[in-house]
């Protein structure tokens, strides 16, 4: 994934905010049942607007939430926990020093460089440190809405899916990237889970959505608009979403 790319979502910090669905708290459960113990510090990868960065503030950890977007980071700050130090870097520029009790990614690991990636993971993680990657696609649960929301679409985009970085099938046991981590020597106890998340959207709240995710942002100016028209006329005034959260997470194995 290019960084240009990744950036491109600076241009949309706000919708992004308004529009992007948070995290539950069960997210922060799987990943303290999963650590053994209360999590105390952790540097988040890609931090965006602070979906998830709030989540873990909430529950006691001291989060270093790490963003290579300005406008992004300014957005973050709006709703900034006194337990949040940011830090305006994209991962492969973070400096080795601090070590973390978890590192962790939301919905931001494939825009990381594959090079090196998971020994700077490993750099960053205390001793059996935790790290953990979540995220999953927000899709329509009415197959009759979809169908009609992908022939609208059609014209403009033909798909708005992002594929699997390692081309793992989408129907594989193990997804990316516990696909990664399970081959890496670096980590061990890899496990993949789903915390379970059905949304209930206006459309326009959708169509909203649709204008955060980069294949859309890909599109010229116009030719985005008239794919957001022509979904906004396929859907219902309420759409079910189904948007469950695929969690990823392995230990720091022995150095």
Do not use: C
């Amino acid at each position: 994934m290019s960084a240009a790319r990744a950036l491109s979502f600076g241009a949309i910090a706000e919708a992004y905010e308004r529009y992007r669905p948070g995290y539950p708290d069960e997210l922060a459960a799987v990943v303290t049942a999963y650590a053994g113990g209360p999590v105390r510090t952790a540097l988040e990868i890609g931090a965006g607007t602070g979906k998830a960065t709030r989540l873990f503030a909430r529950h006691g950890v001291a989060v270093t939430a790490t963003e290579p977007d300005a406008a992004m980071l300014a957005e973050l700050g709006k709703h900034l926990a006194g337990n949040v130090t940011t830090v305006r870097a994209a991962f492969e520029d973070l400096e080795p020093g601090q070590a973390y009790g978890l590192v962790y990614a939301a919905a931001a690991l494939h825009w990381t460089r594959p090079e090196g990636r998971w020994s700077r993971v490993a750099a960053l993680l205390e001793p059996e440190g935790v790290f953990a990657s979540f995220g999953g696609p927000v899709q329509l649960a009415d197959p009759a809405v979809e169908e009609s929301v992908r022939a609208a679409r059609a014209p403009f985009l033909e798909s708005d899916d992002i594929p699997s970085p390692d081309g793992t099938a989408p129907d594989a046991e193990l997804q990316w990237p516990g696909t990664e981590l399970q081959r890496s020597p670096l980590f061990v106890d890899v496990r993949q889970t789903v915390v379970p998340r059905r949304l209930t959207m206006r459309a326009p709240e959708y169509v909203g959505y649709l204008s955060t995710v980069s294949a859309y942002l890909q599109l010229p100016r116009s030719t985005r608009q008239q794919a957001y028209d022509a979904i906004t006329r396929a859907l219902p005034e309420t759409v079910e979403i189904d948007a469950d959260i695929i969690v990823h997470l392995a230990r720091r194995g022995p150095a």
